[in-house]
């Protein structure tokens, strides 16, 4: 039994409250068209996008208003049909301010005319679909917004076997991911298919938690019926479960070094949101404009999951699940574990928000939320816990004591880099020390350094 239970885990990990049912039943729902939208320019790693059009334009539904130069970069898209009345700085949710295309609606909603559908998609060359999903402006989903066609394209000589497919959607409160498994379970297969066209991989994998049976009978009954060699994995539910090499490892059990890149190892993991976008692309020719957002929380009237347009602002999100229940003490993009608290309702929805979390004054605030009650911290008491639970085994506290002294270059040989910042060590800290902060800001020094 013992080693039924460790196959489809990793070693630490925490169980913190899941809280999804709230939205987990609820279905995907087509909200009103927004008056304006807020394009990013950066909406992806790497280069920031260069404007494709100017004030006074008028663009469409799909039409590519921003397009990115270098090696690692992606392109950015017109989510509505209307004019553009302004590109200027405006306020990000990843935290500062970023030039952004501001457009007005006309209403009409019109696509754009050159959208190329193919009905035959997976008779398409490798290097042409691609480019498709290069120009689509597709890039991970799962948060990370890493561009997806530099993703599915491994450096000469390395092979990618596994392809898999990231359903996990380990993070609490989120649920746009169930959702998308449960009403979207073809197209999402799908693009499992035409990702492995692409890198000739022997084998598919989709993981899920089985805390999301109706998600997992759904994609097995799509599976099923395919000859290609696909998988649907249940997994144990635990957190950090979605992060890359965990997943590996709860279903390969597969150990990928925390110096080597997944694909280095043979193994390319995608989003279940990312597959999705890549069917839409192939089969339809339609760039990435619109995603789920799962808005809940206990400072929501009425929680659910939207598909909303890319420069929607989560002002406009929240309206349209009822508005705040209460007076708003935190509004968070993404999970309470790895997610960024917003200062203003006015920063936009970009590919990479999966959700909106707003906790309440009162009641009182979910034990998520421990900067709500007063963001006091104690010195560290040598307990271990966080070494103890950390999926990566380094040591979290060691980096908070070096981050209070500024010692940078001994954080770095200690491996700080190696952290994937999920969080698992704070929310687990009995002194409250703010550790993936001191996290971050021990690897911003150490970039600023290696600059």
């Not at 290097?127 to 530099?150: M, N, R, S, W």
């Not at 991911?177 to 009403?183: A, G, K, N, P, Y």
């Not at 070096?402 to 954080?411: H, K, L, P, S, V």
Request: aromatic letters at 6%; glycine letters at 10%.
């Amino acid at each position: 039994m013992i080693d039924i239970f460790h196959r489809m885990t990793f070693r630490g990990g925490i169980h913190p409250p899941e809280e999804k049912d709230r939205t987990k039943g609820i279905p995907i729902q087509t909200i009103p068209l927004p008056e304006k939208v807020v394009i990013p320019l950066s909406q992806h790693t790497g280069a920031i996008c260069e404007p494709l059009v100017k004030v006074g334009d008028i663009v469409k539904k799909g039409q590519k208003i921003g397009e990115g130069k270098g090696s690692i970069t992606s392109t950015v898209h017109s989510s509505i049909s209307g004019k553009v009345v302004d590109i200027s700085p405006h306020p990000h949710p990843l935290g500062s301010d970023i030039l952004s295309i501001i457009i007005e609606s006309d209403k009409k909603d019109e696509w754009v005319d050159s959208l190329t559908e193919n009905e035959d998609y997976l008779s398409i060359e490798p290097a042409k679909l691609k480019e498709i999903i290069k120009d689509a402006g597709i890039v991970g989903l799962g948060g990370a917004q890493f561009p997806t066609h530099i993703k599915l394209s491994p450096p000469e000589g390395d092979r990618v076997e596994y392809v898999i497919i990231n359903g996990a959607e380990c993070e609490p409160y989120i649920t746009s991911d169930h959702r998308l498994m449960v009403e979207r379970a073809s197209e999402i297969v799908e693009g499992l298919k035409i990702i492995m066209r692409v890198l000739s991989a022997k084998k598919g994998f989709i993981g899920i938690e089985k805390n999301k049976p109706d998600a997992i009978a759904k994609l097995k009954a799509q599976s099923s019926k395919l000859k290609a060699h696909i998988e649907v994995v249940g997994l144990n539910v635990k957190y950090p479960q979605g992060a890359e090499k965990q997943l590996i490892k709860s279903i390969l059990k597969k150990e990928v070094p925390p110096s080597v890149f997944p694909i280095e190892a043979g193994v390319v993991v995608n989003n279940v949101g990312t597959a999705y976008a890549i069917y839409n692309a192939v089969r339809y020719g339609r760039p990435l404009i619109e995603r789920v957002v799962t808005v809940t929380g206990n400072g929501v009237k009425d929680p659910g999951n939207l598909l909303a347009r890319i420069g929607a602002s989560f002002e406009f999100l929240i309206q349209n699940c009822g508005g705040f229940s209460g007076e708003p003490e935190k509004v968070i993009m993404g999970g309470p574990m790895m997610g960024i608290a917003q200062y203003t309702l006015k920063v936009p929805a970009i590919k990479g928000t999966s959700g909106i979390v707003v906790f309440s004054k009162n009641p009182p605030s979910s034990p998520f939320n421990k900067g709500g009650q007063g963001g006091l911290y104690q010195p560290c008491i040598r307990c271990g816990r966080c070494v103890d639970n950390c999926p990566m085994g380094i040591s979290p506290n060691l980096y908070g004591l070096q981050a209070e002294r500024g010692m940078i270059d001994e954080a770095y040989n200690w491996d700080v880099m190696d952290c994937i910042e999920c969080g698992a060590c704070s929310y687990v800290c009995p002194s409250n020390r703010p550790l993936v902060q001191f996290i971050k800001y021990l690897k911003a020094e150490v970039k600023k350094k290696q600059k």
